[in-house]
């Protein structure tokens, strides 16, 4: 739901600037098909800067082990998913404000399908007369004659007046010109964007432009500019019936006629569009997102022993699995403070050749499995190991997730090259999940929740909770469950949380999504 929030308020955001540029500079020109292009482009692009925002990345170093055991031995795999509906038991205020948008976008389309269905029935139940290559329905329902998708709607009345061929030249442009491709889109967009009123007004202006380019192509047709005004002057009454449909007395006034008698707009002062490109490019600016990128890589911390002959290697084999037998390939097989390892093949199995040292020791690492550290005897000139891998969760403190305050956190410095040498540079090749923006993302939602939820249960809310969950390999929050609560208000509290959450980035072991556990504790 706040995703969706967000980007109608994007999108509402860019209709407002967009439609007052077109009010400033462009609603007096009579460069009618070039306005057209431009409302439609402005909707189209509300909407692609909307979803679609741009993103620039910045590179965090992530945490190199936060593995705990914490919660290892009480966190259960076997519960089911679950359900908001017993999560909740009051109404949130993001809840309601759903409700009134889903009912307003409801009323709203209620009201084009009731209009749309008098002319459909009229349509589908008539049979229609073909003039000057326009299929017309009579009907002595609507007054008003006007052009519904390629059909003209039409009282029989006006065939017995001789201004029916002005009528019909009228709505021919309307048809010809595809005008109702424009209609469509922006009824469809005052179904979305109901609550904005500059969605109302681009709808006017499309209309209001509509007519004049209907008004343009009579006149351009060699009807009398004078009989022409005196015809819609007669109409003034006419009634609008619906908003899919170009009516023949829409928008009727001092400007519409104003705008058939004006002298043509210079085609210089088209370049005044060319003002949109730096108010898109501010609106591209304004809602940009961070893409916080977390990289884990293991830098050369010790010297390794130098100028050492294979004679003096050890010979390093083993088998990695988890807790149920299972290979577990892809897991990172490094010698402790150097840059040399290996990775775990297909079947398990691990083979690494390194120097004696007086202290030597390998660190076996997998993305949300504890770590294990395994001493080597230099003495030994050929060893096997069979790791077997536990499940781990990754704990996420309560304060943790406000060091960085209100800011987001700026780009760290860039990571030292590796000076130039022969010995082996390995990197490991781990990315623990992480929430959209990072650490920093995840403290502005819980932050904000917990305040939705002291501002809904007062005092009564105050303690500590451990919400304990699984970021599935397509980022999905699963297995909800409390690990530790202060009192059952705190526990739903947090459960809440954990279930409301947006999808998170899935954590990979060398480009491999793999499923991660966590215990985040909150205070309220």
Not at 219 to 239: D, E, F, K
Not at 246 to 259: A, V, Y
């Amino acid at each position: 739901m706040e995703a969706l929030f967000e980007l109608l308020f994007r999108a509402s955001v860019s209709l407002i600037v967009l439609y007052a540029l077109y009010w400033f500079l462009l609603r007096e020109s009579t460069h009618f098909k070039a306005n057209r292009y431009f409302l439609l482009l402005s909707l189209m692009t509300s909407l692609v800067i909307a979803a679609i925002p741009v993103q620039y990345q910045v590179n965090v170093q992530a945490t190199a082990n936060e593995t705990v055991a914490e919660f290892t031995g009480i966190f259960n795999h076997n519960i089911e998913k679950t359900n908001s509906n017993s999560i909740k038991e009051s109404i949130s205020l993001t809840s309601i404000l759903f409700l009134i948008y889903l009912t307003g976008a409801s009323l709203v389309l209620l009201r084009i399908l009731i209009q749309c269905r008098k002319p459909i029935l009229i349509i589908s139940n008539s049979k229609p007369k073909k003039i000057n290559d326009c299929l017309i329905h009579e009907n002595k329902v609507f007054n008003s004659p006007f052009s519904f998708f390629n059909r003209i709607l039409i009282n029989p009345e006006y065939f017995k007046q001789n201004e029916i061929d002005d009528i019909l030249t009228h709505e021919k442009v309307h048809i010809h010109e595809r005008h109702w491709i424009d209609l469509f889109i922006i009824e469809l967009l005052t179904v979305f964007f109901w609550f904005n009123p500059f969605i109302w007004l681009f709808e006017r202006a499309i209309k209001q432009n509509h007519e004049y380019l209907a008004d343009e192509g009579v006149l351009t047709r060699g009807h009398s500019p004078v009989r022409y005004q005196a015809l819609l002057i007669n109409r003034l009454m006419g009634t609008q019936v619906i908003g899919l449909a170009n009516h023949f007395s829409s928008s009727l006034g001092p400007t519409r006629f104003k705008m058939m008698t004006k002298e043509k707009t210079a085609k210089r002062k088209l370049f005044r569009m060319m003002w949109g490109i730096p108010v898109l490019a501010i609106l591209l600016v304004a809602f940009a997102e961070p893409d916080y990128k977390q990289e884990t890589k293991i830098i050369k911390s010790e010297a390794l022993v130098s100028s050492i002959n294979n004679a003096d290697n050890i010979l390093i084999t083993g088998k990695v699995i988890n807790e149920d037998g299972i290979n577990m390939p892809g897991t990172s097989i490094i010698l402790k403070g150097s840059t040399t390892g290996t990775v775990v093949d297909k079947d398990g199995t691990f083979e690494l050749n390194v120097p004696k040292s007086e202290k030597m020791a390998l660190v076996i690492s997998y993305v949300g499995y504890k770590t294990i550290v395994e001493k080597i005897n230099p003495s030994d000139k050929k060893v096997h190991f069979n790791f077997k891998l536990q499940k781990g969760v990754i704990s996420i403190g309560s304060k943790s997730m406000y060091l960085d305050g209100d800011v987001p956190p700026p780009p760290p410095p860039p990571v030292p090259e590796m000076s130039n040498s022969d010995k082996p540079v390995f990197f490991i090749v781990e990315e623990i999940p992480h929430y959209p923006n990072g650490r920093y993302g995840l403290g502005q939602y819980v932050k904000k929740k917990t305040s939705e939820f002291k501002s809904t249960f007062g005092k009564k809310l105050s303690g500590k909770a451990t919400v304990g969950f699984t970021i599935t390999n397509k980022g999905e929050v699963t297995n909800i469950q409390i690990l530790n609560k202060d009192n059952d208000l705190v526990a739903k509290a947090a459960k809440t949380i954990a279930h409301e959450m947006e999808n998170w980035k899935p954590g990979a072991q060398r480009g491999k999504k793999v499923p991660v556990d966590f215990a985040m504790e909150l205070e309220f």
